[in-house]
């Protein structure tokens, strides 16, 4: 495993402001908590909705082949036969003899082997101590209505791509596409994942964004390369750093049965270079498939070739959470500011939670009522905070941490000549203007093009 880079930001220091700012907590926490599930507070909801925003943006918004879907978690057990899960979606585990721990048997390079036993050979012979592998199925199953008994058995979705496959046919008829076009769905998986783990890199509940695009059989290849590029350059232009993200095109022998190419986007998290979303070629296994399993026919006509094909599919499938990790994995850094250090989340001003901060300087004088004017114009265009309590510095370090780009300050001067100072977080830049035309001023650079400081600085 390539290891990570001597780096400001370490899963500990991430996972502290997480909970420190109230991004993200342990889940079911007054119970003493419930292994590596997460619940995520204000300012986490905030990020992650913008994360799933920007991926709305970049497949509907920016494009006009795409279209939306919602399906529901709970989806008929045959779903679940047809897509190949309920017989083959299982991860191979090995058990350490020596520490009782559980480890993925394809992941064995890349876990911190026995932790229990410190003292265990940390070599070769350690993998004397593993059980043979076993497999373990990781659909969540349950029951629909009153009975227990199989004919009620239901799973939660492991992933959202096959709630798109089935609505296939009601697409096509009511979207008036053809392929090659895509159907883009956001929403939760569960997975019983043996080794969750790495805050929320893997857990068992998680959002997906998926799109799946069908092509005619024959320009699949040329698709698969368009997706591959569009979505590294999607974690790009939202601010990760170049350098921290590559793409790695699957070994043959690691493809799933259904795939004749597989690349995964890779990001370099404090725990080394691990997968932030796949891209595959699913052929036409899926269709083809629930075309089976259903007895319905999911294929396209198309009237001018008056030639009748099952389209191929490409599949980019991120990780809302995964993504929201790396951007703020990404974002994360730690200034000396002339001595004092402050911690700084340096987000793309569009992910960032909150847009403007606008301060008081003291909480007298009428400062705050033209600050609360201030607030009541801005919020109707952006995501904006009040906050009177405390120092200006610490007001300013609490804003940084949570990776707010401008600051907005009422002082006594505001009070004479209704100017306001407007503070940048990436270069502390400071200046006064009027409070006429302020919106209009952070509407205009909240657009401008955005350059990682991390990236201006390496450059
Ligand atoms: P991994 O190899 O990490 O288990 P995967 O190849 O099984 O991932 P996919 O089925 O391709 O993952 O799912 C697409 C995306 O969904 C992943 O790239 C990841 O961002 C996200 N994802 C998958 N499993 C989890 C999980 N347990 N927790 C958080 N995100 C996940």
Request: negative net charge; hydrophobic residues 35%.
């Amino acid at each position: 495993m390539t290891q990570p880079p001597a780096d400001a930001a370490t899963m500990e220091k991430i996972v502290a402001l997480c909970k420190r700012r109230g991004f993200i907590f342990a889940s079911s926490e007054i119970y003493g908590g419930l292994g590596s599930t997460y619940d995520y507070g204000h300012y986490g909801v905030l990020l992650k909705t913008n994360v799933k925003n920007e991926w709305w943006r970049a497949m509907l918004q920016e494009r006009d082949d795409i279209v939306a879907l919602d399906s529901a978690i709970l989806q008929h057990p045959r779903v679940w036969e047809a897509s190949g899960h309920l017989a083959g979606f299982t991860d191979p585990m090995v058990d350490c003899r020596a520490c009782k721990k559980r480890f993925r048997a394809d992941h064995l390079d890349r876990e911190e082997m026995c932790p229990a036993k410190a003292s265990l050979p940390k070599t070769d012979d350690r993998r004397h101590e593993l059980t043979e592998a076993r497999d373990f199925n990781l659909m969540f199953k349950t029951f629909v209505g009153p009975m227990e008994e199989s004919a009620s058995v239901a799973y939660l979705r492991p992933e959202t791509a096959q709630g798109i496959f089935i609505n296939f046919k009601n697409v096509l008829q009511f979207s008036r596409k053809k392929p090659p076009f895509g159907i883009a769905q956001v929403g939760k998986s569960f997975r019983n994942e043996i080794t969750p783990g790495n805050f929320v890199f893997r857990t068992r509940e998680f959002e997906q964004m998926e799109m799946e695009f069908f092509v005619p059989p024959d320009e699949a290849p040329q698709w698969y390369d368009h997706w591959k590029q569009q979505r590294l350059h999607w974690y790009v232009d939202l601010g990760l750093r170049e350098d921290h993200l590559r793409m790695r095109e699957h070994e043959l022998d690691e493809l799933s049965h259904y795939s004749s190419a597989t690349a995964d986007v890779e990001y370099l998290f404090p725990i080394g270079w691990s997968e932030l979303e796949g891209v595959a070629n699913r052929g036409n296994f899926d269709l083809t498939q629930h075309a089976e399993y259903s007895g319905e026919k999911l294929e396209y006509f198309d009237p001018q070739s008056k030639e009748r094909y099952v389209p191929h599919v490409i599949e980019p499938a991120a990780g809302a959470d995964r993504a929201t990790l790396a951007f703020l994995v990404d974002a994360y850094d730690e200034d000396d500011l002339g001595g004092e250090q402050r911690t700084v989340l340096k987000l793309h001003p569009r992910l960032a939670p909150v847009k403007v901060a606008v301060l008081p300087l003291v909480r007298k004088d009428g400062q705050p009522e033209v600050a609360g004017e201030i607030v009541a114009a801005l919020r109707t265009r952006m995501q904006t905070e009040y906050d009177e309590g405390g120092s200006i510095g610490k007001r300013y370090r609490r804003q940084d941490e949570i990776g707010t780009p401008f600051c907005v300050t009422v002082d006594h001067q505001t009070l004479q000549d209704r100017t306001v100072t407007l503070r940048d977080r990436d270069t502390l830049e400071q200046e006064r203007l009027a409070i006429d035309g302020l919106v209009e001023v952070l509407v205009e650079r909240l657009a401008r093009e955005w350059r990682s400081p991390k990236v201006a600085a390496e450059a």
